[in-house]
């Protein structure tokens, strides 16, 4: 059976011209980039090149990106750098619906040092309102931290305009941007931002590899200590071979990406305007008319994401459900929750996540697997609006 693969929010494929690229560094180009023989010293010239492919998709300087091991490091390193920068200010700003990256440092700052943080709420849409977020800036505000485009709804957020809201205050601006590089432009040449995390393995790069770009003379203090890599900013022998496929993933992105959200984007509409057709009861959830090119998320109402994954999964179709198993009963995404979708459609959410490999024989199995198996397990649903069939044959 063929695997037709629509979560790519969750993980990419790795990107065959990006694996080429990455392959002579585990088993040839194998040297220490630190190193002071030659043979390391290569490694170390292949390791600038990916840093300005980098450089190149966010338009920045080279030495503003520090390579991590993945999005959640740099989103941690983020918060983290800012505190320690700010000492005296002791308050943050961030979202209702963001990664638990982000959300779960806030927490534990609140918890454990004291921290007041202010959690902006959204919309329905899952959109957030500006004068909110301008009140809730203060004196003492040490970051902000706001995604640049949601992991479950695709949103796309404000972010260049409440960067410069933050600068305004005198306030760091940080964006989690893992779900937008490589999906959408990104041009930090004349932008208020002052970090921006990404993360390999959601552009086609392997997992295991990241980076936070930290725009030059803000002050900042590495979360790893104990090494000078990354020009002292982060400690640890450097996961040369992914670097080299994050450059590589980043410039084909580059390259790309104008030409390629097109493509994606149609066959994400058709997917969605078809499921949204033909299968009754169904709503969307986010902001229709911003967000990234490849995601749409789908409430079926009265059925249970999970239980439609799994027949989803038997049909070769993955995806992921907005619901997460929590203390042994599936609690509706935190997303979802935030933006106030009606529980009979919180449970029944799912993320598609498309890609540059999917095609549009993928879309059309999809559309027509999708009615029938929805229809079936309506039949067995308590909740259902579709039981004109009985779900077991009644006994004569
Ligand atoms: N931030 C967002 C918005 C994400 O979607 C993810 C991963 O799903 C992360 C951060 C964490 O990235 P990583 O898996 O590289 O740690």
Same mark, same amino acid.
């Given at each position: 059976?063929?695997?037709?693969?629509?979560?790519?929010?969750?993980?990419?494929?790795?990107?065959?011209?990006?694996?080429?690229?990455?392959?002579?560094?585990?088993?040839?180009?194998?040297?220490?980039?630190?190193?002071?023989?030659?043979?390391?010293?290569?490694?170390?010239?292949?390791?600038? #090149?990916?840093?300005?492919?980098?450089?190149?998709?966010?338009?920045?300087?080279?030495?503003?990106?520090?390579?991590?091991?993945?999005?959640?490091?740099?989103? /941690?390193?983020?918060?983290?750098?800012?505190? #320690?920068?700010?000492?005296? !200010?002791?308050? @943050?700003?961030?979202?209702? $619906?963001?990664?638990?990256?982000?959300?779960?440092?806030?927490?534990?700052? #609140?918890?454990?040092?004291?921290?007041?943080?202010?959690?902006?709420?959204? &919309?329905?849409?899952?959109?957030?309102?500006?004068? *909110?977020?301008?009140?809730?800036?203060?004196?003492?505000? %040490?970051?902000?931290?706001?995604?640049? %485009?949601?992991?479950?709804?695709?949103?796309?957020?404000?972010?260049?305009?409440?960067?410069?809201?933050?600068? *305004?205050?005198?306030?760091?601006?940080?964006?989690?941007?893992?779900?937008?590089?490589?999906?959408?432009?990104?041009?930090?040449?004349?932008?208020?931002?002052?970090?921006?995390?990404?993360?390999?393995?959601?552009?086609?790069?392997?997992?295991?590899?990241?980076?936070?770009?930290?725009? /030059?003379?803000?002050?900042?203090?590495?979360?790893?200590?104990?090494?000078?890599?990354?020009?002292?900013?982060?400690?640890?022998?450097?996961?040369?071979?992914?670097?080299?496929?994050?450059?590589?993933?980043?410039?084909?992105?580059?390259?790309?990406? *104008?030409?390629?959200?097109?493509? $994606?984007?149609?066959?994400?509409?058709?997917?969605? /305007?078809?499921?949204?057709?033909?299968?009754?009861?169904? @709503?969307?959830?986010?902001? !229709?008319?911003?967000?990234?090119? /490849?995601?749409?998320?789908?409430?079926?109402?009265?059925?249970?994401?999970?239980?439609?994954?799994?027949?989803?999964?038997? %049909?070769?179709?993955?995806?992921?459900?907005?619901?997460?198993?929590?203390?042994?009963?599936?609690?509706?995404?935190?997303?979802?929750?935030?933006?106030? $979708?009606?529980?009979?459609?919180?449970?029944?959410? @799912?993320?598609?996540?498309?890609?540059?490999?999917?095609? *549009?024989?993928?879309? &059309?199995?999809?559309?027509?697997?999708?009615?029938?198996?929805?229809?079936?397990?309506?039949?067995?649903?308590?909740?259902?609006?579709?039981?004109?069939?009985?779900?077991?044959?009644?006994?004569?």
């Amino acid at each position: 059976m063929k695997t037709i693969y629509m979560d790519n929010n969750a993980t990419t494929q790795v990107d065959p011209v990006v694996f080429e690229a990455s392959k002579p560094f585990f088993t040839q180009l194998y040297g220490n980039p630190s190193s002071s023989h030659r043979f390391g010293g290569q490694v170390g010239v292949a390791l600038k #090149k990916a840093r300005e492919h980098v450089a190149t998709l966010l338009n920045c300087t080279a030495n503003e990106i520090i390579f991590t091991s993945c999005g959640s490091e740099s989103d /941690n390193t983020a918060i983290y750098s800012a505190i #320690k920068a700010f000492p005296q !200010k002791r308050h @943050i700003v961030t979202t209702r $619906v963001e990664h638990p990256a982000i959300l779960s440092r806030c927490n534990s700052l #609140k918890k454990e040092k004291n921290y007041e943080v202010t959690y902006l709420e959204t &919309d329905w849409h899952g959109r957030l309102d500006l004068d *909110e977020y301008r009140n809730a800036l203060r004196n003492d505000t %040490a970051i902000v931290s706001i995604m640049w %485009a949601n992991n479950e709804t695709g949103n796309i957020y404000p972010v260049e305009e409440m960067a410069r809201i933050a600068k *305004e205050n005198g306030t760091l601006f940080h964006t989690d941007a893992v779900q937008a590089v490589g999906k959408v432009a990104i041009d930090l040449h004349d932008s208020a931002i002052d970090m921006l995390s990404l993360s390999g393995h959601k552009l086609h790069a392997p997992k295991g590899v990241g980076a936070l770009f930290v725009r /030059n003379a803000l002050p900042f203090s590495p979360f790893l200590t104990g090494g000078q890599q990354e020009g002292g900013r982060r400690a640890g022998t450097e996961n040369t071979s992914g670097i080299v496929a994050l450059g590589k993933a980043c410039q084909l992105a580059a390259d790309h990406l *104008e030409a390629e959200s097109v493509v $994606v984007q149609a066959l994400r509409d058709k997917l969605e /305007n078809g499921l949204l057709s033909t299968i009754p009861d169904t @709503i969307l959830n986010g902001d !229709k008319d911003n967000r990234l090119p /490849n995601t749409s998320n789908i409430s079926f109402g009265s059925v249970e994401g999970e239980t439609i994954l799994l027949m989803m999964d038997q %049909a070769g179709i993955c995806a992921s459900s907005g619901s997460a198993c929590a203390s042994g009963s599936l609690e509706p995404s935190h997303v979802l929750r935030a933006m106030g $979708v009606p529980l009979t459609f919180a449970h029944g959410s @799912i993320r598609f996540s498309l890609s540059r490999f999917n095609t *549009e024989e993928e879309v &059309d199995f999809v559309l027509e697997t999708m009615p029938p198996l929805t229809k079936r397990l309506r039949k067995l649903s308590p909740l259902s609006v579709e039981k004109d069939i009985p779900a077991t044959p009644t006994p004569s």
